[in-house]
């Protein structure tokens, strides 16, 4: 079974810190992507890549970037954090660059900003 | 426009009645994929269906069913005799050709199953 795990179930920051939020997924999937959750809104995507050093923007990345240093590990940083970052961040793998493949998610970071 | 709709924001039924999420997309292309996800209250989304858009075949798994109609643009999905472990919120979602790898996500509805 793949696995998708991010780092932190619950944050609690304060306005302007940075924040990483860490995920890591263990079956060599190419394609990993960071969404935002938020009640009404559906999930946004934020950033995602397909190969280490790869990224592309997703539809809000203002306020985030992104790294892949190495295939199993895609990181989120905000920063500088604020209110309206609070939100539920779910990070997601794929295994291929073919479209149609489902993605396979963690268990999401909730983030609250003060 | 490339859109997904799930108009149901909640819907709460007792356990063992039949229920059917709906599901209305939009989009330019012939060829996409249509998906069905399931998000318990643990948080992590679990995939459950793909379906493309040359297979209108209907999709049946134990107590699951899935209606794909082009001619309505719609995909959507039943559960029958619902359990209380259905409860979730459950996202439609869209993968259009031109939209690399990116999917169209609708709003989700919020199932709720009553013992």
């Known amino acids: 079974d793949v696995k998708v795990t991010q780092s932190s179930r619950y944050l609690v920051k304060r306005t302007g810190e940075k924040v990483f939020l860490e995920c890591v997924q263990d079956m060599d999937h190419e394609n990993m992507f960071w969404y935002r959750q938020d009640p009404g809104l559906g999930l946004r995507l934020i950033y995602f890549s397909y190969d280490v050093k790869m990224k592309e923007k997703g539809d809000i990345p203002e306020g985030y970037s992104v790294s892949r240093e190495k295939k199993e590990r895609f990181s989120l940083i905000l920063e500088s954090a604020s209110t309206n970052q609070t939100s539920m961040y779910l990070c997601?793998?794929?295994?291929?660059?073919?479209?149609?493949?489902?993605?396979?998610f963690g268990n999401g970071t909730r983030l609250t900003v003060t | 426009a490339q859109k997904v709709t799930q108009a149901q924001t909640e819907i709460s039924v007792v356990e063992k009645e039949d229920v059917t999420l709906d599901c209305v997309y939009e989009?330019?292309?012939?060829?996409?994929?249509l998906f069905w996800y399931k998000q318990p209250p643990s948080g992590e989304l679990v995939f459950l269906i793909r379906?493309?858009?040359?297979d209108e075949q209907n999709e049946i798994s134990g107590r699951y069913s899935w209606n794909f109609q082009k001619s309505t643009s719609s995909f959507n999905f039943t559960i029958t005799a619902s359990q209380v472990v259905d409860s979730a919120v459950y996202f439609c979602?869209?993968?259009?050709?031109?939209?690399?790898?990116?999917?169209?996500w609708g709003a989700g509805t919020k199932l709720i199953i009553k013992p």
């Open positions: 989009t330019r292309d012939t060829t996409y994929y």
């Open positions: 379906r493309n858009s040359f």
């Open positions: 979602a869209l993968s259009p050709m031109d939209s690399n790898y990116q999917l169209i």
């Open positions: 997601a793998s794929s295994p291929d660059r073919a479209r149609g493949s489902p993605l396979h």
